[in-house]
T-cell receptor
Framework: DVKVTQSSRYLVKRTGEKVFLECVQDMDHENMFWYRQDPGLGLRLIYFSYDVKMKEKGDIPEGYSVSREKKERFSLILESASTNQTSMYLC?????????????FGPGTRLTVT | AQSVTQPDIHITVSEGASLELRCNYSYGATPYLFWYVQSPGQGLQLLLKYFSGDTLVQGIKGFEAEFKRSQSSFNLRKPSVHWSDAAEYFCAVGAGTGGFKTIFGAGTRLFVKA
């Protein structure tokens, strides 16, 4: 079974702190994604990566950055956390293939910024 | 632009009753279509997917979905709902080559009453 793990299930940070969310997948997937999930808005793509050291902005990249130094690991960074970044963050991965584009998700990190 | 609409924010059904969750999409070509389920506090799990071929697809947990090109719809159905089906359901359309991007609907929360 594909496994996508996220470093924390719950996180509480203060405004202005630098926050790291880490994601690891064990299926040798090329693609990795970071989403945030808010009630009534579904999932919104923050950043994605299709290869090591490659990254592309998603729909809401402002206030976030990412890092992919190894194929299995994709980190989301909040340089200076703000209260409007309180949300559920979901990591996902998939093969780089038009035949198997389904994504596999981690359990999520619920981040609260106070 | 590609989009996915789930017109029902929440639905309540009785245990044992049938279920249909609606999904409409907007996409220029033949889309990849997915249904995912999210149990409380968890990440998303793939229920089923459609790429081509038979327009009625079977998924896990007894779910099925039917692709109707003329209506731009991909509705999810289950003949008899169990209490454990209470969750949030997301319809999604795959866009871009290489499986880069998936666009999610806002979700439909299913409540099951005894």
């Amino acid at each position: 079974d594909v496994k996508v793990t996220q470093s924390s299930r719950y996180l509480v940070k203060r405004t202005g702190e630098k926050v790291f969310l880490e994601c690891v997948q064990d299926m040798d997937h090329e693609n990795m994604f970071w989403y945030r999930q808010d009630p009534g808005l579904g999932l919104r793509l923050i950043y994605f990566s299709y290869d090591v050291k490659m990254k592309e902005k998603g729909d809401i990249p402002e206030g976030y950055s990412v890092s992919r130094e190894k194929k299995e690991r994709f980190s989301l960074i909040l340089e200076s956390a703000s209260t409007n970044q309180t949300s559920m963050y979901l990591c996902a991965s998939s093969f780089y293939s038009p035949n198997t584009p389904e994504q596999y998700f981690g359990p999520g990190t619920r981040l609260t910024v106070t | 632009a590609q989009s996915v609409t789930q017109p029902d924010i929440h639905i309540t059904v009785s245990e044992g009753a049938s279920l249909e969750l609606r999904c409409n999409y907007s996409y220029g070509a033949t889309p990849y279509l997915f249904w995912y389920v999210q149990s409380p506090g968890q990440g998303l799990q793939l229920l089923l997917k459609y790429f081509s071929g038979d327009t009625l697809v079977q998924g896990i947990k007894g779910f099925e979905a039917e692709f109707k090109r003329s209506q731009s719809s991909f509705n999810l159905r289950k003949p008899s709902v169990h209490w454990s089906d209470a969750a949030e359901y997301f319809c999604a359309v795959g866009a871009g080559t290489g499986g880069f991007k998936t666009i999610f609907g806002a979700g439909t929360r299913l409540f099951v009453k005894a």
